[in-house]
């Protein structure tokens, strides 16, 4: 029984992220971080206004890193309450997922749905 509870929560965790916006934030953060390495190269901007684009550039970057946060705080919580009922179901859940067999087989679970996922949606 385990070993299907295993598979379900992966599944629903799979589909959980890849269903949150996490590229945008990401995609911000990668914008931000390589326009700020950018400035601080430029020997043609004075060291004055650096600074004040920095200041900006580091609160999107803080923002951007904050909204990652969240939505894996999300996730992290949405497996935690998971794991937390399906234990009431099957007594011993949470042991065996947390073990060496199920933490290899949750891998294993995730990765083939992901890859079936993939095959499936875009053929």
């Known amino acids: 029984m385990n070993w299907l509870l295993t598979a379900v929560l992966c599944i629903v965790l799979v589909e959980v992220a890849l269903r949150l916006p ?3 934030p990401l995609r ?3 914008r931000s971080s390589s326009r700020a390495l950018g400035i601080v190269r430029a ?3 004075s060291d004055h206004w650096k600074e004040k684009a920095m200041a900006i550039h580091a ?3 803080f923002l951007s890193s904050a909204k990652i946060g969240l939505l894996l705080a999300l996730v992290f919580g949405l497996a935690a309450g998971l794991v ?3 234990d009431r179901l099957s007594a011993g859940f949470g042991d ?6 199920g933490l290899a ?3 294993i679970a995730a990765t083939a749905y992901v890859l079936l996922r993939r095959r ?3 053929g």
Not at 96 to 101: A, D, N
């Open 120 to 122: 499936v949606v875009h």
């Open 22 to 24: 996490f590229l945008p």
């Open 59 to 61: 609160r999107r970057t």
């Open 28 to 30: 911000r953060l990668q």
């Open 96 to 101: 065996f997922l947390i073990g060496p067999v």
């Open 105 to 107: 087989f949750s891998l």
């Open 84 to 86: 937390l009922a399906l």
């Open 43 to 45: 020997r043609h901007v």
